[in-house]
């Protein structure tokens, strides 16, 4: 037996008068691509297509002879927060950080990457009720409920995230004269 056989990737791997022990590495030419490491288990030549295609964002996800499916949804951390929407175009390890957030109450206001600050005018829907103004001194989603009610007939009398009581006793002034006796039946700015 004096034949020769030569591996063809690796021509300086010969034996005489027996098959050579021939190693090809899949991994090599990089056949899972962007975010995903390969191992090959058995380099040898009977044993080709048993490369393993690992997801490195989750070691969980792997595919044997071929790209692994690494989609990875930013949104499932909701990173934009209460009263927004998030979206992602393009769930893959490759295209992180295009997320986008939009505000619920104002689809015109759109981030993206990180969450967008959304404005809440608490005082819109006119909460505090007649002869009382609203201020809303912080409308962002993150703080809601801290509207102030004031009343017209006594800027010291406020309260907050809830009507205040703004009795005004249309007597005290003593708009009927002497001799007479002033009765005001219903004390409230409403029925001045």
């Not at 288990?41 to 044993?47: C, D, F, G, I, V």
């Not at 048993?50 to 989609?71: E, R, W, Y």
């Not at 490759?94 to 990457?113: A, E, M, P, R, Y």
């Not at 409920?145 to 703004?166: L, R, W």
């Amino acid at each position: 037996k004096d034949f020769t056989c030569t591996c063809d990737k690796d021509m300086s791997v010969k034996t005489t008068g027996a098959p050579a022990t021939c190693e090809v590495d899949e991994c090599a030419a990089a056949p899972c691509g962007m975010g995903q490491s390969c191992t090959d288990p058995n380099l040898s030549y009977s044993s080709q297509h048993d490369f393993v295609c690992t997801c490195d964002s989750d070691m969980s996800i792997t595919k044997v002879d071929g790209p692994a499916t690494c989609d990875k949804d930013e949104c499932s951390s909701d990173p934009c927060g209460a009263g927004q929407t998030c979206a992602d175009p393009n769930p893959s390890p490759t295209s992180l950080k295009d997320f986008t957030c939009t505000c619920d109450k104002d689809t015109n206001v759109v981030t993206t990457g990180t969450a967008a600050t959304c404005e809440v005018d608490e005082c819109a829907a006119s909460p505090c009720g007649m002869g009382q103004s609203c201020t809303d001194p912080n409308p962002s989603y993150s703080s809601q409920h801290d509207f102030v009610c004031t009343c017209d007939s006594d800027m010291s009398i406020t309260k907050v995230d809830g009507p205040a009581t703004c009795d005004k006793d249309e007597c005290s002034s003593d708009p009927c004269g002497a001799g007479q006796t002033c009765n005001d039946p219903n004390p409230s700015p409403a029925s001045l």
